[in-house]
């Protein structure tokens, strides 16, 4: 399977503020057509075999995971790219000290293990200790075409923005992640 390397952001020590700290990491190998900006379209019919598998909440922070799904699916109606959402606070027994190449190995597989196609997306929020979290996304190359570098850096910045709302409810939270890149990426 030839997927795109994985997009991961690292945010340190954030309560309801921009994190004063943020490094992002593209580890594509495979260039990336950054000028496709508000041109960007939908991922064509067939590119992406839709699941019913679309999350896992390994830390039942989610109390109405319908809430979360509907957003997920206007965000494949968008897109044409189909996520999973992974919830959990390590991966492989591992948090913030996991390395870039063991998150990789891990993504892959895990990808590899749910999808025969390349135009699903894997979003991967791991808080390893309060208010500490590292985030991956890794994409299919067929869901490159839409989830381009300028995409993923609007994924990641929508997941560091609505994190400083407090009034949002961890369904909300990731709901209006979904609902709002979909919007960002595509347009109108």
């Known amino acids: 399977m030839n997927l795109l390397p994985i997009a991961m952001a690292k945010y340190r020590e954030k309560v ?3 994190p004063a700290a943020v ?3 593209d ?3 495979a260039p990336v057509d950054e000028s496709q900006g508000a041109q960007r379209v939908k991922l064509e019919d067939g590119a992406c075999v839709r699941s019913s598998r679309v999350l896992e909440d390994s830390l039942g922070w989610l109390s109405d995971a ?6 997920m699916d206007y965000f494949y109606d968008r897109t044409g790219v189909q996520p999973y959402l992974l ?3 390590s991966i492989d027994g591992k948090g913030e000290e996991i390395t870039d190449a063991e998150a990789e190995i891990f993504l892959q597989g895990l990808y590899e ?3 025969a196609d390349e135009g699903h997306m894997l979003f991967v929020f791991m808080e390893y200790e309060e208010s500490e979290y590292i985030t991956y996304l890794y994409a299919g190359t067929d869901a490159g075409s839409v989830m381009d570098g300028e995409a993923r850096e609007m994924f990641l910045n929508n997941v560091d923005w609505f994190y400083s709302d407090s009034s949002l409810s961890d369904d909300a939270y990731f709901a209006e992640i979904f609902r709002t890149s979909a919007d960002d990426i595509i347009g109108d």
């Not at 319908?66 to 957003?71: C, H, I, N, P, R």
């Open 66 to 71: 319908e809430e979360v799904e509907t957003a």
């Open 16 to 18: 309801n503020s921009f």
């Open 23 to 25: 490094e992002n990491r």
């Open 87 to 89: 919830i959990c606070d």
């Open 27 to 29: 580890y594509s190998t």
């Open 113 to 115: 293990s749910l999808y």
